[in-house]
């Protein structure tokens, strides 16, 4: 089984709201990512769990707070965004090869969420 | 720097007409080379993992091969389905093990 499941698939909200995007994923897979996603761009990376620990952060402001209280859970908390935040939220997982300590194989994403913020 | 490089940006073929998608790349060591189909709205679905030149990978009516400094993802006889964007990644050995730099994307359409 190779999925990766996110919910809600819409979310609408305003700029004053509290929401959080949810992933699952059941592949026993030890990294997961949150990725934001433009129109007609390539996703582009927010942060890495790697054994449930935070291991990247690619400098996004703090409106955005990630959590994984589990290996199979990844949470993303979303706080007072901005209109244009706007966008696909994609969730993957991935394995560890057990080769070089920071090596990881091919990456599975879920359907994704797309968020809407007015 | 990482970078890749994807061509054509977009491709129209008819149902049957095969063709082929350039990914090119330069990575500082690389750890694999990954390929993606995206269907509007969705999260990209994995197709194929490549690690080294000369290497080759079938799935249907794609195929993926590796060079040293490309990879193509050939399209034999297309049918409509096959329509979507597709993305291919780079893993370098010397960054951070799970960081993948994306090209643009080829978005195809295939007609009947």
């Known amino acids: 089984d190779t999925e990766v499941t996110q919910t809600p698939k819409h979310l609408v909200m305003g700029m004053t709201n509290k929401k959080s995007l949810k992933c699952e994923q059941h592949?026993?897979?030890?990294?997961m990512y949150w990725y934001k996603q433009k129109a007609k761009k390539p996703p582009e990376l927010m942060f890495v769990y790697s054994y449930e620990k935070l291991s990247i952060n690619e400098s996004v402001p703090s409106r955005f707070s990630p959590e994984c209280p589990n290996s199979s859970l990844l949470n993303l908390h979303l706080h007072a965004l901005q209109p244009e935040d706007s966008a696909l939220y994609l969730c993957?997982?991935?394995?560890?090869?057990?080769?070089?300590?920071?090596?990881?194989?091919?990456?599975?994403f879920g359907p994704g969420t797309r968020l809407t913020v007015l | 720097e990482d970078q890749v490089t994807q061509s054509p940006e977009a491709l129209r073929l008819q149902e049957g007409e095969s063709s082929s998608l350039n990914c090119s790349y330069t990575v500082s060591g690389l750890r694999g080379l990954f390929w993606y189909r995206q269907d509007p709205g969705k999260g990209p679905e994995f197709l194929f993992t490549l690690y080294s030149a000369g290497e080759e990978k079938e799935k249907e009516r794609l195929k993926a091969t590796l060079t040293k400094k490309e990879s193509f993802l050939h399209i034999t006889a297309p049918k409509p389905e096959d329509s979507a964007t597709y993305l291919c990644a780079v893993q370098a050995r010397e960054t951070s093990g799970s960081r993948l730099t994306f090209g643009e994307g080829t978005q195809l359409t295939v007609n009947p």
């Open positions: 993957a997982s991935s394995q560890p090869t057990g080769k070089p300590p920071s090596s990881y194989n091919e990456q599975f």
């Open positions: 592949m026993g897979h030890r990294a």
